[in-house]
């Protein structure tokens, strides 16, 4: 399996001069800047459902000590 590295760092810091820098690697085709921003817009998309998850999790463990049931 051949992977590529894509890289990309932040050109402007936050409040605190810090840049984020992102590392991926991937088994898909990067030949050119554009598909790296493809995957790295991939990449940031779950990462916010991670966020999300990580946050959902939390509340219900917060909020209930046992089984809880949702409805919709």
């Not at 690697?25 to 966020?51: C, F, H, I, N, P």
């Amino acid at each position: 399996m051949e992977l590529k590295a894509v890289i990309a760092t932040e050109e402007i810091a936050d409040d605190k001069n810090v840049r984020v820098e992102w590392k991926l690697l991937t088994d898909l085709l990067v030949t050119v800047l554009a598909e790296a921003t493809e995957k790295l817009g991939w990449y940031s998309q779950r990462w916010k459902v991670e966020v999300f998850q990580n946050i959902m999790n939390h509340a219900v463990r917060l909020n209930a000590p046992g089984w809880v049931q949702y409805s919709v």
